[in-house]
């Protein structure tokens, strides 16, 4: 048998050139197909760099024309089965399903606005200011009990920090007013100091994201679907000139496609290649309209693209030949066995797989995260320990007057957590009352 010549086109994944030599999945597709029907090819890239379309008088450019002309036996590549090439050329069953859709900026593409008055916290961020307010009310509570600053005569006085009162006390300083009584002792008033520090910095970085959150969400122009996109004049956006995309809309008789075609001729906003489109809607203000397995592979490349989750006009991927062809009939047999053996799956996984799972896992959320503010949350622990302990080394000294330091401590500290002192405190409420 002859060594077939067969067109390609560069475009990733499908042809792309690492040194002198190409790859992609088309051309794993190829030598897959010669290793399945046992001939040799030589390869060659189309001299236009396009797929293929018939101009006002019948000629036909790219990839099909040098397959009608006889320039090539096969063309691979990401070629969309249609009448008009069907016409023209003979074309296999389909090694692949796709439809159109739109690539754009991330944040152009912004969802549903749900912003709210916890957006500018995340979720993790507001359980770590409830378990570090519920420990702030419960360190305020216990240097309350240990200093004697604050409770000289735990059998004679009632605590003026009670639980509900430290907690009430804490909220006052998280919104800055003030709640009495305030503490007496240098332990009491550190946690207060550090509590007071804490609130402040934490409202401003609220404050300041709430604002810059507001401002970014009136910028965006929500952008989801193909009537979002004919719907606004803020973003331009456009197809490959020569190609089955921009007939698909040329020829279409629904309004919304027929505004986007219309769009597109009055604008002149087609582009040359997918080259071009991908880096058109990296710099923003830019919708590059495609095929959707095109667009998956440039979100998998480059992190600041998405694309939008609506795909119209399934089409599918074919290999052309020139009409009556022998080969078609043996390639559609051997995609079909490619296909049920898995082969066809593995190669998709093998090109189109993400390269930006580490940059999506980073920081998508504009939240701020608790290691946003780490440092902070570590002040107000360190804060909390050293109040503690001031407190304890308050009892310590007034205990260190007695002759056993130990048994006067243990004394002390049953005195203000134990019932006794509870009891002596219900005492001398009654006496009161009497």
Same mark, same amino acid.
């Given at each position: 048998?002859?060594?077939?010549?067969?067109? /390609?086109?560069?475009?990733? !994944?499908? /042809?792309?050139?690492?040194?002198?030599?190409?790859?992609?999945?088309?051309?794993?597709?190829? *030598?897959? $197909?010669?290793?399945?029907?046992?001939?040799?090819?030589?390869?060659?890239?189309?001299?236009?760099?396009?797929?293929?379309?018939?101009?006002?008088?019948?000629?036909?450019?790219?990839?099909?024309?040098?397959?009608?002309?006889?320039?090539?036996?096969?063309?691979?590549?990401?070629?969309?089965?249609?009448?008009?090439? %069907?016409?023209?050329?003979?074309?296999? #069953?389909?090694?692949?399903?796709? =439809?159109?859709?739109?690539?754009?900026?991330?944040?152009? @593409?912004?969802? %549903?606005?749900?912003?709210?008055?916890?957006?500018?916290?995340? /979720?993790?961020?507001?359980?770590?200011?409830?378990?570090?307010?519920?420990? /702030? =009310?419960?360190?305020?509570?216990?240097?309350?009990?240990?200093?004697?600053?604050?409770?000289?005569? !735990?059998?004679?006085?009632?605590?003026?920090? #009670?639980?509900?009162?430290?907690?009430?006390?804490?909220?006052? @300083?998280?919104?800055?007013?003030?709640?009495?009584?305030? !503490?007496?002792? !240098?332990?009491? &008033?550190?946690?207060?100091?550090?509590?007071?520090?804490?609130?402040?910095?934490?409202?401003?970085?609220?404050? =300041?994201?709430?604002?810059?959150?507001?401002?970014?969400?009136?910028?965006?122009?929500?952008?989801?679907?193909?009537?979002?996109?004919?719907?606004?004049?803020?973003?331009?956006?456009?197809?490959?000139? +020569?190609?089955?995309?921009?007939?698909?809309?040329?020829?279409?008789?629904?309004?919304?496609?027929?505004?986007?075609?219309?769009?597109?001729?009055?604008?002149?906003?087609?582009?040359?290649?997918?080259?071009?489109?991908? &880096?058109?809607?990296?710099?923003?203000?830019? +919708?590059?309209? =495609?095929?959707?397995?095109?667009?998956?592979?440039?979100?998998?490349?480059?992190?600041?693209?998405?694309?939008?989750?609506? +795909?119209?006009?399934?089409?599918?991927? *074919?290999?052309? @030949?020139?009409?009556?062809?022998?080969?078609?009939?043996?390639?559609?047999?051997?995609?079909?066995? $490619?296909? %049920?053996?898995?082969?066809?799956?593995?190669?998709?996984?093998?090109?189109?797989?993400?390269?930006?799972?580490?940059?999506?896992?980073?920081?998508?959320?504009?939240?701020?995260?608790?290691?946003?503010?780490?440092?902070?949350?570590?002040?107000?622990?360190?804060?909390?320990?050293?109040?503690?302990?001031?407190?304890?080394?308050?009892?310590?000294?007034?205990? &260190?007057?007695?002759?056993?330091?130990?048994?006067?401590?243990?004394?002390?500290?049953?005195?203000?957590?134990?019932?006794?002192?509870?009891? +002596?405190?219900?005492?001398?409420?009654?006496?009161?009352?009497?």
């Amino acid at each position: 048998a002859k060594e077939l010549t067969i067109t /390609t086109i560069k475009q990733e !994944p499908y /042809t792309v050139s690492r040194g002198s030599e190409l790859e992609g999945y088309c051309i794993d597709l190829i *030598s897959e $197909l010669s290793k399945e029907l046992g001939f040799k090819y030589k390869l060659s890239l189309v001299k236009d760099n396009r797929y293929g379309a018939m101009d006002a008088s019948g000629t036909w450019s790219g990839m099909i024309g040098e397959v009608i002309r006889g320039e090539a036996d096969l063309a691979v590549a990401p070629l969309t089965l249609t009448a008009v090439r %069907e016409a023209h050329v003979d074309m296999s #069953t389909p090694f692949m399903q796709t =439809g159109i859709s739109f690539l754009l900026r991330r944040d152009s @593409a912004s969802e %549903e606005s749900s912003f709210s008055l916890l957006s500018p916290f995340s /979720t993790d961020m507001w359980v770590g200011i409830l378990v570090a307010f519920l420990l /702030t =009310g419960l360190c305020i509570f216990l240097v309350g009990r240990i200093s004697p600053t604050e409770w000289a005569e !735990p059998d004679r006085e009632e605590h003026s920090f #009670t639980l509900l009162h430290s907690f009430w006390y804490i909220t006052g @300083a998280l919104t800055l007013q003030g709640a009495g009584p305030h !503490p007496k002792a !240098p332990s009491g &008033r550190l946690i207060s100091a550090i509590w007071w520090l804490f609130a402040v910095l934490l409202l401003a970085c609220y404050f =300041g994201n709430f604002s810059s959150m507001l401002q970014s969400n009136s910028k965006h122009v929500s952008i989801k679907t193909f009537e979002d996109l004919a719907n606004q004049d803020v973003m331009d956006y456009g197809t490959v000139e +020569a190609g089955s995309t921009k007939s698909f809309f040329k020829n279409s008789n629904n309004p919304v496609y027929r505004r986007i075609y219309e769009h597109m001729e009055r604008k002149k906003s087609y582009v040359s290649s997918m080259e071009e489109g991908v &880096r058109l809607a990296q710099g923003g203000n830019f +919708a590059f309209i =495609g095929e959707a397995v095109s667009l998956d592979l440039a979100v998998a490349r480059h992190c600041k693209l998405s694309r939008s989750e609506e +795909a119209i006009a399934m089409r599918a991927y *074919s290999i052309a @030949a020139p009409l009556g062809s022998p080969l078609v009939k043996n390639l559609t047999m051997a995609i079909l066995k $490619l296909s %049920e053996s898995g082969e066809l799956t593995y190669l998709r996984q093998k090109w189109w797989a993400s390269s930006c799972v580490a940059v999506d896992g980073a920081h998508t959320s504009e939240a701020l995260r608790p290691h946003d503010l780490r440092d902070l949350f570590l002040l107000l622990g360190l804060g909390l320990g050293v109040g503690l302990l001031l407190a304890l080394l308050e009892l310590v000294s007034r205990a &260190r007057n007695q002759k056993s330091c130990c048994s006067v401590m243990t004394s002390e500290l049953s005195r203000r957590f134990g019932s006794k002192g509870e009891s +002596a405190e219900q005492d001398d409420s009654d006496k009161s009352k009497a």
